[in-house]
């Protein structure tokens, strides 16, 4: 279905890290990320002329900030409905794509770097926004009395283990492996927040 009008520079971001989600960086030409959220390449290079780093990293950083939101808004109830909240949004992506995409942050972190030992700015994007999910969900546990010198562990386990289990998902073309770690980590959450101050 065509739209009207120009494209947006968000919409063209919102694409970007949909078809990131899907094949990847490397795999990924500017035309094809174009082409994808249905914008000319003219209007891709209008709002990103440094091209395809400059895009990619927009991208990383509209799907951390979008995570970040969902975040914000459920670990207000407490860690376990933050956690809940993570793992639908996740399995949703996974289902309704039939496996074919997960989490654009992850996509990008996997990726082998370019030659010349400079990182990439998508790379530092999917490395902040890592660090914002796990500062989000060590900040609820603390404030929900968890031990705060073991929360920002279980914080980095809670994102290490769904991000996991969101490839493993896309690899078996099964949710078995989130529902599995959707349990361990709820079971680990609701004792860490259990425990005697």
């Avoid at 376990?80 to 039939?98: K, M, N, P, T």
Wanted: contains cysteine; charged residues 25%; aromatic residues 4%.
């Amino acid at each position: 279905m065509a739209r009207s009008g120009p494209p947006s520079r968000e919409r063209i971001v919102a694409g970007a890290a949909d078809l990131i989600s899907r094949r990847g960086l490397n795999a990924t030409s500017i035309r094809e990320l174009a082409k994808h959220a249905e914008a000319p390449l003219g209007s891709t290079y209008h709002y990103f002329p440094d091209g395809k780093q400059q895009l990619a990293t927009e991208a990383v950083r509209y799907a951390g900030t979008a995570v970040e939101r969902l975040l914000t808004r459920e670990l207000d109830a407490g860690p376990v409905a933050g956690l809940r909240a993570f793992l639908d949004l996740w399995r949703g992506i996974v289902v309704r794509s039939d496996f074919r995409a997960g989490c654009p942050v992850l996509a990008v972190s996997v990726e082998e770097p370019p030659p010349g030992g400079e990182i990439p700015p998508a790379l530092l994007a999917a490395a902040e926004a890592f660090q914002d999910w796990e500062r989000l969900l060590t900040g609820s546990l603390r404030d929900h009395g968890a031990d705060p010198d073991g929360a920002p562990e279980v914080a980095t386990l809670v994102v290490a283990s769904v991000e996991g289990a969101i490839a493993m998902c896309r690899a078996r073309r099964d949710m078995e492996p989130l529902e599995r770690v959707a349990r361990r980590l709820e079971a680990l959450l609701e004792a860490e927040l259990a425990r005697p101050a």
